[in-house]
């Protein structure tokens, strides 16, 4: 099957579109991003019927995101032999031209075949563990130029899905240090409650809230903020009374 060759102008039209995908957008997660990536190759890829994204997994490998006709199973376990596998084991690209006639992936062949697909190409996600492929219902369909472009594919989505974990890595860590400066600050003025109305050092007034804690079987920032919030209502003796 002969493939569409693309031009320059098309190439690099596809590349700022790719680049424009990649931006984070708020709220998106990784597969949302990978989404992106994945829908518009079967549109983009010469001979592309179905898209996936591959991640290693603990129990084998892990579908992150696909897009197109669908594979009611997954094409691997991560047991291997299979290209997805070894492109993720290995950093390597893998081609099977020909579901019919390949003898070097024959479960994950005949898997494929008996759902429609005569080909596919995977390439490794450059700094990621993970795998971009491409899988079309004709042999033969990924030579040099979708081999090109499944590449700049695979480029792109590879910074989106770095950036992507990055970006919500950073998020989940504001997240904790907010709290963490949430409860020192609520620590912290309750500490200057008992020391100003009970007369005690910094040292000792912890001490305080630490026993509450530990006798109440409740979390120190809980206890702080009780006793914060007793204090604005004007039953601050009552709350230590209870105590």
Known sequence: MSETTLSAPEVITIAQELAEIGRLVDDDDVPATLSRYVARAVTLVPGCDRAAITASAPAGTEVLASAGKPLPEPPTDGSGPD??????????????????????????????????????????????????????????????????????????????????????????????VQTALRTRTVIAQAQGLLMRHHDQTAEEAYAVLKRLSQEGNVKLRAVAAALVEAHEAGRLEEALRRR
């Not at 492109?87 to 429609?116: C, I, K, M």
């Not at 390439?123 to 563990?129: A, E, I, K």
């Not at 042999?139 to 695979?154: I, K, M, Q, W, Y």
């Open 83 to 176: 290209p997805v596998t070894e492109a993720l084991r290995y950093r390597e690209p893998r081609r099977l031209d020909d579901t019919a006639a390949d003898e070097r992936w024959p479960p994950f062949s005949a898997h494929l075949r008996r759902h429609g697909f005569g080909s596919c190409l995977t390439l490794p996600l450059p700094t990621s563990d993970a795998a971009f492929t491409v899988f079309s219902t004709e042999p033969g369909r990924f030579g040099e130029d979708s081999h090109d472009l499944a590449l700049l594919f695979t480029l792109h989505a590879g910074v989106a899905f770095d950036n992507s974990t990055l970006y919500h890595d950073n998020l989940r860590l504001l997240a904790h």
